[in-house]
Each structure stands twice: as C-alpha cells, then as structure tokens.
C-alpha cells in the first residue's frame, strides 16, 4: 500500500539556521512527490515537486528538497530559516493509477523562533 | 485570478441537517478534488472528478454525495449531519496529470 510518513510532529529551529523537515514514501512504481504549505485559516500552497530528473529540487520561497531513492525519502530544506516560514507543512506522493490522487502525510508544523 | 473559491467559509449544522458545500474554480481544470482535514491526521480524499460528469469516491466517502455538471463547480452535499463530520473541507484541482493541485481556503464545518 502507498503511503507517506512525517515522523515529526513539530519542528523547532532558530531564526537564520537550516531548517529540515523528514518525508519517507512508500509506492509502487516511481514516485511523484509534492510539499506543500498551509498557514492558518487557510488552504494548502504548493511548494515544489519532483517528478524526475535532478534528486535535488528547488521551490517557492527558497525552499528544496531532496529526493533519495535508496532511502524513499524526500526531504524539505531551507539554508536559513525566517519566523515567517512558521507553518504546517505536508509532503504528499501521487497515488499510482492516475487521477492525480495525492496521499498526505500528517503534517509537521514548523516553529521558527527569532 | 480567483483559482479555487470555496463557500461558504464557516457553517454550524444541527444534527441531521444537510447542506452543501460549493468549491469553483476559474482555471479550466478537468481534475476536481475534495479533502477533509481532522487534527493531526493530514488531509483525506472524499470524492474527486477527472471531468464533468465523472466522479469516483475516495478514500472516506460515506455520508458525502458530489456532481460535476460543469467544468467550474464541484459541489459536495452532506445529507445527514453527523459529529464525525465535524472537520475543515478543502477542495482543490488540477490541471493534468503530474501537476500540483490548487486549494481553496476551506470551509469550517461543525455540527453539533
């Protein structure tokens, strides 16, 4: 069965460090992976996607992600954090068999401290 | 640029009410999707539609029922009011397969 696992709840990370939020997928076939970002009272954002191609993928707001085959991990990055980045945060992967079906992961929020 | 319009925003039901939730979208999309999102438990597909006049269930159907007479709107119908379906109603769309898809901003439904 395919899923996605965020094993942390919340992250918390100083104002100007890396920050990185852990993604591990399992599906059938190759995987399409997404994050994306919700702010309060409000619906998701899209971030970034890998598809195929370079297993490092740059998105919106100066956000990456690292896809690792071996691993079936797709983690988001940031080199420097800001406290406007303080957020729920999900990974998803495309459902094999079309539709374009996302399966979510929980969610991990984010709380930057200044 | 509207992309995904949700109403209403916010909605207290009494038990075995129902009502409907409209989601429109301005961007042409065939695929229409619609989520729920409980604490802690990330989001769970209801009912999609991959153009008008189809639609599929997903994963936690039971109590919804959707149509997809045009292009634009998927609207989702609660028949019979239940706590359990106390919760925040997304819907989104997408332009083609691989491609993200877009969110509206919810609808908070209780019922009590």
């Known amino acids: 069965a395919q899923s996605v696992a965020q094993p942390e709840d919340q992250v918390n990370v100083a104002e100007g460090n890396p920050l990185t939020v852990k993604c591990t997928y399992s599906?059938?076939?190759?995987?399409?992976l997404f994050w994306y970002v919700q702010y309060p009272n409000r619906g998701l954002q899209f971030l970034l996607k890998?598809?195929?191609?370079?297993?490092l993928v740059k998105g919106s707001y100066g956000f990456e992600a690292e896809f690792n085959k071996s691993q079936t991990s797709f983690h988001l990055k940031k080199p420097s954090a800001l406290v406007s980045d303080s957020a729920l945060y999900f990974c998803?992967?495309?459902?094999?068999?079309?539709?374009?079906?996302?399966?979510f992961g929980a969610g991990t929020r984010l709380a930057v401290h200044p | 640029n509207a992309g995904v319009t949700q109403t209403p925003k916010f909605r207290i039901l009494k038990i075995g009410q129902s009502m409907t939730l409209q989601c429109t979208q301005d961007m042409n999309h065939n695929y229409m999707y619609w989520y729920r999102q409980d604490p802690g438990m990330g989001l769970k597909l209801i009912y999609y539609?991959?153009?008008?006049?189809?639609?599929d269930k997903g994963e936690v159907p039971n109590g919804y029922n959707v149509s997809r007479s045009t292009t634009e709107d998927f609207p989702l119908r609660l028949e019979l009011a239940a706590p359990s379906q106390t919760s925040v109603y997304f819907c989104?769309?997408?332009?083609?397969?691989?491609?993200?898809?877009?969110f509206g901003d919810g609808t908070r439904l209780s019922i009590l």
């Open positions: 998803a992967v495309r459902e094999a068999g079309g539709y374009n079906k996302l399966i």
């Open positions: 539609s991959v153009g008008a006049g189809i639609t």
């Open positions: 989104a769309s997408s332009r083609a397969l691989g491609q993200p898809q877009h």
């Open positions: 599906v059938s076939g190759n995987p399409y």
């Open positions: 890998y598809i195929t191609g370079d297993n």
